[in-house]
T-cell receptor
Framework: QKEVEQNSGPLSVPEGAIASLNCTYS??????FFWYRQYSGKSPELIMF????GDKEDGRFTAQLNKASQYVSLLIRDSQPSDSATYLC??????????FGAGTRLFVKA | SQTIHQWPATLVQPVGSPLSLECTVE??????LYWYRQAAGRGLQLLFY??????ISSEVPQNLSASRPQDRQFILSSKKLLLSDSGFYLC????????????FGPGTRLTVL
């Protein structure tokens, strides 16, 4: 069974620090990788997607992909209390379905 | 720009009652459409997806069904709700290409009593 694994957290970081969120996946044929942010009681919101090995930066967010290690991560620089949310890693293995991890809760302390 | 709507936002239903949740998308054509359920504190469980009108793929055998009567309309139904059907129901759309990112609607919170 194809799986996406995340540490459930909570991950607690002080305001201004770098938050590092990690995700591993089981299907070596996975093609597309996504990070979503979900505030409590709200629906998931797409933050970033990455298709190729390496880093992709968008503002304070950097997604990192290592297909050989089947590992994808999200770095949040200069973390703010408003970044406190659950972050979902999602992986597409080449079809129309995407598999979501259970999410990591992030808490940014002011 | 594209928008996705879901209604109702919240719903409280007795066990054994029927269910109909609706999702519509604006600003795009031929989207792929998805229904997910999220139990409290859990991940997203894919229930159904559709790549076109009348085309439904079921991921979980249960008492739910889905229909796509129009290109940008997706409906989730049940004839008789179970307690275990409680949860946060999310509709999502994606571009009609393999590996596309998905965009979620605001969700429907269903409580079955």
């Amino acid at each position: 069974q194809k799986e996406v694994e995340q540490n459930s957290g909570p991950l607690s970081v002080p305001e201004g620090a770098i938050a590092s969120l990690n995700c591993t996946y089981s299907d070596r044929g996975s093609q597309s990788f996504f990070w979503y942010r979900q505030y409590s009681g709200k629906s998931p919101e797409l933050i970033m997607f990455i298709y190729s090995n390496g880093d992709k930066e968008d503002g304070r967010f950097t997604a990192q992909l290592n297909k050989a290690s089947q590992y994808v991560s999200l770095l949040i620089r200069d973390s703010q209390p408003s970044d406190s949310a659950t972050y979902l890693c999602a992986v597409n293995t080449g079809g129309f379905k995407t598999i979501f991890g259970a999410g990591t809760r992030l808490f940014v302390k002011a | 720009s594209q928008t996705i709507h879901q209604w109702p936002a919240t719903l409280v239903q007795p066990v054994g009652s029927p269910l109909s949740l609706e999702c519509t998308v604006e600003g795009t054509s031929n989207p792929n459409l998805y229904w997910y359920r999220q139990a409290a504190g859990r991940g997203l469980q894919l229930l159904f997806y559709s790549v076109g009108i009348g085309q439904i793929s079921s991921e979980v055998p249960q008492n739910l069904s889905a229909s796509r009567p129009q290109d940008r309309q997706f409906i989730l139904s049940s004839k008789k709700l179970l307690l275990s059907d409680s949860g946060f129901y999310l509709c999502a759309w994606a571009y009609g290409r393999v590996g596309s990112e998905q965009f979620f609607g605001p969700g429907t919170r269903l409580t079955v009593l």
